[in-house]
C-alpha cells in the first residue's frame, strides 16, 4: 500500500501545480479552452483524493491513526490549490468582458497557451515530441497532455509519444500556438 | 497605474507558483531550509497584497468599483495558494519524523531541493548562470534566486548573474546539489 500512496501523493501534487498553471493562464490569455480543462482536472483531483483515503482507511482499519495527519495534510494542501484554480478558471468561463488591466497585459505579451487536438490524419500520431519538432521548430513547450479522456501526463519529455486524440497543452508563441492548432488539426503538413 | 498592477499581479502569480513548488518541495525532500524559504515568501506576498489594495484603492478613489472584483479574485487565489504552500512548510517544520511513506519516497528518488547561500569568495560571483555551467555540468536546474534579502527572481535565464549573498534555490542530484553548496560557500573551485 506503501506505493499506492506515495504514487497517488506525487499525482495530486503534479496534478495541483498543473491545475494553478492552467488556472493563471486562463485568466491571463482569456482562454475558456483551458478553463474548462482545469475543471476536468478538478474532477481528477477528487477521484484521486477517494482513492487514497480508501487506501489510508484499510491501512489504519477503520482506527484513527494520527501518523497519517501529516499525509492528510498534503492531501488538504492540494485540494486547496485545486480550489484556487478552480476559481480562477470560473472567472475566465464567467466573465464576458476582461478588466482593461487584464486585457492590456494580454494585448502586451506575445505569449500565449493553446489546447490542440490531434486528428487522424494529422502528421503528429504517432511521433515522439523530439521528431514532431514542436518544440524545436514552433518553439513550443508542450506542458502536459490529456490521453484518452481523462489520463494525464505532466511535463512530457522529449520521447513521449503523440497519439491519436490526444489534447496536447502548449504554452509559446501566439504564431506557433495557432501553428500547432492547424498541425493537430491534419490541416497542415507543416 | 495599469502598469503597476499588472507587475503586482504578475509577481504575485510567480510568487504563489515558487511558494507552491517550494512547500512541496519542503515536505518530499523534507528541507527546513526550504520550508523557512516560503515563510519569507509569504512575506513578500503579504506586501505585494497591500501595495496593489493601495493601487486599487487611489484608482477607485474610495468608491467600489464592480469591475475591480475580477483582479480581487486573482489575488485572493494567490493568497489561497500562498495558505496551502505555508501550511506544507509548516508541517516540515514541526515535524520531528516522517511519515514512512514519506520517507519511502524521499530515500526512493535521487532528486533534491538546495539552498545555497553565495559567498564572496566563491568562483560563481559574478558569473552568469551560463558561464557557472552549474546546469551543463552539474546538471542542477537553479528555479530562483534571493537576492539582497528580499528581492526575488523566478525562473533565472542564462543571463542571470550570480551575485555574492544571492541565495540560490536549486534542484538536482543529491550529490550535485553538494556540490553546489560547497562551490557556493567557495570551498571548493569545482
Known amino acids: 500500500m506503501a506505493n499506492n500512496v506515495k504514487d497517488i501523493l506525487e499525482e495530486m501534487k503534479n496534478l495541483s501545480e ?4 492552467l488556472g493563471y493562464s486562463s485568466v491571463f490569455f482569456k482562454s475558456k479552452d483551458i478553463a ?11 477521484e484521486l483524493e477517494q482513492e487514497l483515503y480508501m487506501h489510508l482507511l484499510a491501512a489504519s482499519r ?13 492531501v488538504e494542501s492540494a485540494r486547496f490549490v485545486g480550489r484556487a484554480a478552480k476559481n480562477l478558471s470560473e472567472l475566465t468561463l464567467k466573465s464576458d468582458s476582461l478588466h482593461p488591466i487584464i486585457k492590456e497585459a494580454i ?3 506575445d505569449e500565449t497557451i493553446a489546447r490542440a487536438h490531434v486528428g487522424k ?3 503528429l500520431v504517432n511521433k515522439s515530441l523530439y521528431d514532431s519538432k514542436l ?11 490529456r490521453r484518452s479522456g481523462k489520463k494525464w501526463i505532466f511535463n512530457p519529455g522529449k520521447d513521449t509519444k503523440v497519439m491519436e486524440d490526444d489534447i496536447l497543452i502548449a504554452v509559446g508563441s501566439k504564431n506557433g500556438c495557432a501553428k500547432l492548432r492547424r498541425i493537430a488539426k491534419g490541416r497542415k503538413i507543416r
Open 135 to 145: 518544440e524545436s521548430e514552433l518553439a513550443l513547450k508542450i506542458i502536459a497532455i
Open 121 to 123: 490524419s494529422s502528421v
Open 107 to 109: 494585448e502586451q505579451s
Open 36 to 46: 474548462n480543462e482545469v475543471l476536468l482536472l478538478d474532477e481528477k483531483m477528487k
Open 62 to 74: 477503520g482506527s484513527p491513526n494520527e501518523k497519517l495527519v501529516g499525509i492528510i495534510e498534503i
Open 18 to 21: 498543473l491545475m494553478l498553471d
